[in-house]
């Protein structure tokens, strides 16, 4: 993995008040990105590189940050001498050691950190919610966000998706503060990088399998959640869901269910226009009723953790309730593109089997009857040979799929590891192998009912054209 110990030790010593140049080799990244935007609002000047231009590059540097694509294109402020001690490069795990610009930082003696140890810098002295888990934790953490905020209380939060009310990753708000400012970080176990935060409220939604191209072993990935967990400072809180193996993990805990018995738990679900509505119960004491806007129980679920941590932050359940009922969502989370009655069109960054699968189902309670088509990008090559028969099996949920290639992300190629792992499985559905750059005719030949794309790649780069031609096939 990148990066050394004495970059550690560096950040650990890093005093922000210094820094006035941050160089974010990755900027793309929804992660950095955030980090992005923080730095650039507290007055310094942002700069980072990106190997593929995207909408998210493009707004950061609409928003006045320079965005290259050239690694060792580095612009002049960066590369002065006398600028060194003022200067922060941060890294993410997914660019490569050998990368040209951060190369020639290490070289040149610069303060060089991953974008954990930068995140765990700045929540140290801030009250800090961290969400993990392998799935849950963004929708759970902007939830949190825009509780917090709707109901007062100063926030700064680090999302890994984008709000659709703010339109950005990054919330800060000014309100009613306590005597440390609030953060909500998202905490990423990839590269076990949340082993940086020691928060005051520990969440953790979910621990399935993933990333075992680092973790080896599922259990490996358990005893890193685990370790986690045991972050929680003392007099924090751990919450985390019901059926996960966290017993005893952390001195104060609570647990949060929508089917078991738990200190937190949502009763009485019913759905009236589309919306879900539910009791929320602390101890079994009937703490109010709730409106979640958004498709699918999982996302109950996703909401009663947020209302806990609203709780817990000392929030005012009768304010909660109508924040959650005005809650917009989060762009590429069960996000509609078109929704007409010759035509539905859902886009969604599911990646992992279980987000698939609830996904999918989510889709088929709304739509009965309907024709799902889904288009399915899978992403890495270790998650696909990982993964595979558990994707094929998710993805059998479908009346038709057109199956993309393996999106890479940070990996080389494995041999043998393709597509087709996946394709062969499938048992149910029509289905079709397609690349990129023929979908968009695949999927007009399909004449979908309800159309449906998933995945964490750049698939998101045709969810415009998608909708262009299908809004211009329906003529809508």
Known sequence: MPGTGIETENIRALNLQQIRYVYLVGIGGIGMSALARYFYAAGMQVAG?????????????????????????????FRNPTR?????????????????????????????AKRSEVLGALTRDAYTVAVAGTHGKTTTSTMAAHLATSCGLACTAFLGGISRKHGTNLVMTEGRSGDRRLMIVEADEFDQSFLTLHPDISVITSMDADHLDVYGEAANLEKAYRAFASQTLETGVLLYRK?????????????????????????????????????????????????????????????????????????DPGMMSEALASFEGIQRRFEYRLRTPAVTYIDDYAHHPAELKACIGSVRELYPGKRITGVFQPHLFSRTRDFATAFADSLSGLDELILLDIYPAREEPIPGVT??????????????MCTRDDLVEKVQAADPEVLLTMGAGDIDQLTGPLSEMLAQKHQL
């Open 49 to 77: 590189y990106d190997r593929t231009r995207t909408a998210l590059t493009d707004r950061l540097s609409a928003e006045g940050m320079e965005v290259t694509h050239d690694p060792g294109a580095i612009p002049d402020s």
């Open 84 to 112: 060194r001690d003022q200067t922060l490069v941060v890294f993410t795990p997914a660019v490569p050691a050998s990368h040209e610009g951060l190369a020639w930082f290490r070289s040149q003696g610069y303060r060089v």
């Open 243 to 315: 059926d996960l193996p966290l017993h005893g993990a952390a001195p104060a805990r609570f647990t949060y269910s929508i089917s078991d018995a738990a200190d937190f738990e949502a009763r009485h679900i019913t759905v009236k226009e589309g919306r879900y509505r539910f009791e929320l119960l602390r101890s079994g004491e009937n703490i109010g009723s709730f409106t979640c806007g958004l498709p699918g129980r999982h996302n109950i679920e996703n909401a009663v953790a947020a209302l806990a941590i609203g709780i817990m932050l000392g929030l």
């Open 419 to 432: 597509s087709r792992m996946i394709y062969d499985l499938v048992d149910g559905p029509s289905r079709t």
